[in-house]
């Protein structure tokens, strides 16, 4: 959980808020078809909406990693940085704090289907 001290109170932000602002802003990003999972076992049960997406806070520092499934044909270098740099600013805005680092952890291709 991260903390805010303010003058009139504290705000106090769940590290799973913060990861389902952050899938959001990942599978917005052009290029990525899908969040994956860490490995198998956390594949089992029901999706949450920050699934393939870790959070960790330690002194108001925010270090996230993405679990992506990314299009294939497209550049997986590419994808990947722009997933970081957005789910960067969409959490640096909505939770008003410094992410220190976005890992992106490319799990899987997928082909999608012909229009």
């Known amino acids: 959980m991260m903390n805010q001290e303010r003058a009139y109170g504290s705000i106090t932000v769940s590290a799973h808020a913060i990861a389902a602002v952050a899938a959001r802003a990942a599978h917005q990003s052009y290029g990525v078809v899908g969040m994956a999972s860490r490995n198998r076992f956390d594949g089992l049960g029901a999706r949450k909406p920050s699934h393939g997406v870790e959070v960790t806070a330690e002194s108001n520092q925010i270090v996230i990693d993405l679990y992506l499934v990314v299009e294939y044909g497209t550049r997986i270098a590419t994808v990947a940085t722009s997933a970081a740099n957005s789910v ?28």
């Open 88 to 115: 960067q600013y969409q959490v640096e805005r909505f939770i008003g704090l410094p992410v220190a680092a976005v890992n992106v952890h490319v799990q899987d291709l997928r082909v999608s289907e012909k229009e």
